[in-house]
């Protein structure tokens, strides 16, 4: 058995205001969306990610919100060029939103970490042809 991944949900406090994160990330996410409690995007990659309000979550009793800003969740997206990390990274960061670590060389590809409104961590990547891993 080979396992891929499919679908990644992430909860959101405020769906328009996450919405309009992940597009200037470069998701097209129809803006009718935006007044939605649930929302699904299938990537060109394949992979789904979800959208679900706190208010949807919160019907799972078993649920425990993690504190904002904790590495509970890390979403790679992957940009293509170093060029794309530093455009993406400086777009977001001039949008108000928190950079946690401008473009690097990491000790695998060029990255940045950038957060999305509700603080999930997102890394954006490029590919480095000499990376180590």
């Given at each position: 058995?080979?396992?891929?991944?499919?679908?990644?949900?992430?909860?959101?406090?405020?769906?328009?205001?996450?919405?309009?994160?992940?597009?200037?990330?470069?998701?097209?996410?129809?803006?009718?969306?935006?007044?939605?409690?649930?929302?699904?995007?299938?990537?060109?990659?394949?992979?789904?990610?979800?959208?679900?309000?706190v208010f949807i979550a919160a019907s799972d009793p078993a649920r425990e919100r993690a504190p904002s800003g904790s590495y509970n969740t890390v979403l790679e997206f992957y940009a293509g060029t170093r060029d794309a990390v530093d455009t993406t990274h400086a777009e977001l960061v001039a949008h108000g939103y928190t950079s946690r670590k401008a473009p690097w060389k990491s000790p695998g590809p060029y990255a940045a970490l950038i957060e999305d409104p509700d603080g999930n961590v997102i890394l954006l990547t490029a590919e480095d042809p000499n990376a180590d891993i």
């Open positions: 058995m080979t396992i891929q991944l499919a679908m990644v949900g992430v909860v959101v406090e405020d769906m328009a205001r996450a919405l309009a994160f992940y597009r200037r990330l470069g998701l097209e996410i129809p803006q009718e969306a935006d007044g939605e409690r649930f929302v699904m995007h299938r990537m060109a990659s394949g992979v789904t990610i979800f959208f679900d309000t």
